[in-house]
């Protein structure tokens, strides 16, 4: 089992920043994936960033040269660093992870982009 708890969402203005982290526990091994995914009021759930236990990380074309994500290793939190941040940017922002070829999601952080 995985458990991912994330943190940092909030209200920001239009050309902001904001951080969002994901902590990790459990059996997290061998080859994975982890990232962030966000939904909008509306919309359907969308992949903003994933970044694999050996490769490089892939982002959304919405978010390329705006958002970057990092990880240290598997017990260590990932960051979702946004920057210049727009108003479709607000969504429910969640942790994923893809462990043994099985999902987990943590509970999501409210983003919303506001002036």
């Known amino acids: 089992q995985v458990q991912l708890v994330e943190s940092g969402g909030g209200l920001v203005q239009p050309g902001g920043s904001l951080r969002l982290s994901c902590a990790a526990s459990?059996?997290?091994?061998?080859?994975?994936?982890m990232g962030w995914y966000r939904q909008a009021p509306g919309k359907e759930r969308e992949l903003v960033a994933t970044?694999?236990?050996?490769?490089?990380?892939n982002f959304a074309d919405s978010v390329k040269g705006r958002f970057t994500i990092s990880r240290n290793n598997a017990k260590n939190p990932v960051y979702l660093q946004m920057n210049t941040l727009k108003l479709e940017d607000t969504a429910v922002y969640s942790c994923?992870?893809?462990?043994?070829?099985?999902?987990?999601w943590g509970q999501g952080t409210q983003v919303t982009v506001s002036s």
């Open positions: 994923y992870a893809n462990v043994a070829l099985r999902a987990y």
């Open positions: 459990g059996s997290i091994f061998g080859r994975y994936v």
């Open positions: 970044i694999p236990s050996a490769g490089s990380p």
